[in-house]
């Protein structure tokens, strides 16, 4: 395995944002205070930070260990309860994925849905109720390379959440998911002005990530180059 070394307080954090999809995430890293670097399989043209295409599992064995950490978000399809009740199938990941983030030596996570839960290792939920966001959207997010993270409390869900697809009446709470109306109501609730209705229905608030970021940086204070 690969040993870490520390990042040197003088230079931006360097993140990897694999799987990153149109950039939720990477845009939360960003707004901490990293550098950010998104690897996919498909083109991603909205990306907004560096982006390169090719196999996110190969990239992180291959270059994982060139970064002071690195988030995964392997498809949420497989686990969907969308995705079953179509009958679609899909690879699972997150096995494959969790074993090269620990080739790298570097601290990590892996974000996915409620349906992965099972094979994620003591995640820690994120709501956009804790963040002051107008929508619920829970994730998971499994921590790895010595990296731990305490969730922030979870206030109530007081809003009433619009039904799957559905239009948003006033103060309620949106899903965002499926072919959902309301994409720039979406865009402002969710703080992704860049992103398309795809993008919008898988990605994660940055919020939840500028305060994963954040919480990262802070836990490496005090750590000599």
């Not at 560096?50 to 992180?60: R, S, V």
């Not at 290792?121 to 390379?145: D, I, K």
């Amino acid at each position: 395995m690969t040993q870490p070394t520390p990042f040197r307080r003088s230079r931006a954090l360097r993140v990897l944002d694999a799987f990153c999809c149109q950039g939720g995430a990477g845009k939360g890293y960003r707004d901490a205070g990293a550098d950010v670097t998104g690897v996919d399989t498909a083109p991603q043209p909205r990306y907004p930070f560096t982006f390169l295409q090719g196999d996110a599992i190969a990239y992180i064995r291959e270059h994982g260990a060139e970064f002071d950490f690195i988030h995964a978000s392997p498809p949420c399809q497989h686990d969907s309860d969308c995705q079953r009740i179509q009958g679609n199938t899909h690879p699972d990941l997150i096995g494959p994925t969790r074993d090269a983030l620990n080739s790298t030596g570097r601290p990590w996570v892996i974000e996915n849905v409620k349906g992965a839960v099972p094979k994620l290792n003591r995640p820690v939920m994120l709501c956009g109720a804790m963040f002051g966001l107008a929508t619920y959207r829970h994730r998971y997010f499994e921590t790895g390379g010595g990296f731990t993270l305490t969730p922030p409390h979870h206030p109530d869900h007081r809003a009433p959440q619009a039904k799957m697809g559905r239009p948003i009446p006033p103060g309620w709470y949106g899903q965002f998911v499926g072919n959902f109306s309301g994409v720039a109501h979406a865009r402002q609730v969710m703080d992704v002005p860049w992103m398309n209705r795809d993008g919008i229905r898988e990605c994660i608030p940055p919020a939840y990530t500028q305060w994963i970021g954040t919480a990262f940086r802070a836990s490496r204070l005090g750590v000599a180059a």
